[in-house]
């Protein structure tokens, strides 16, 4: 019979904590599935104009905010 280890004496108000079991992690649901038979190119289709529409509304924003700062600018330093 193995002697057991001395166990740590909680600190003076403190009471002892019991130690965290851990529950093994379920699966997500997508990973049990079997794969999909249709190739994912068809539900691609369609999206390349999103990102061109994504691409030009980013460099409108950047274009008004650097209008924005150098408005500002003039307006205060000059």
């Known amino acids: 019979m193995a002697a057991?280890?001395?166990q740590p004496r909680?600190?003076?108000g403190r009471r002892p904590v019991?130690?965290?079991q851990r529950q093994p992690?379920?699966?997500?649901a997508a990973a049990q599935q079997p794969a999909q038979s249709q190739?994912?190119?068809s539900s691609r289709r369609g999206g390349g104009w999103?990102?061109?529409?994504q691409f030009v509304i980013g460099l409108l924003v950047i274009i008004g905010v650097a209008a924005a700062i150098v408005a500002?600018?003039?307006?205060?330093y000059q």
Not at 25 to 28: E, F, I, Q, V
Not at 50 to 53: G, N, T
Request: glycine residues 0%.
């Open 4 to 6: 057991q280890q001395p």
């Open 10 to 12: 909680p600190a003076a």
């Open 18 to 20: 019991a130690p965290v």
């Open 25 to 28: 992690m379920a699966r997500p």
């Open 39 to 41: 190739p994912q190119a």
């Open 50 to 53: 999103r990102v061109v529409a």
């Open 72 to 76: 500002l600018y003039v307006r205060y």
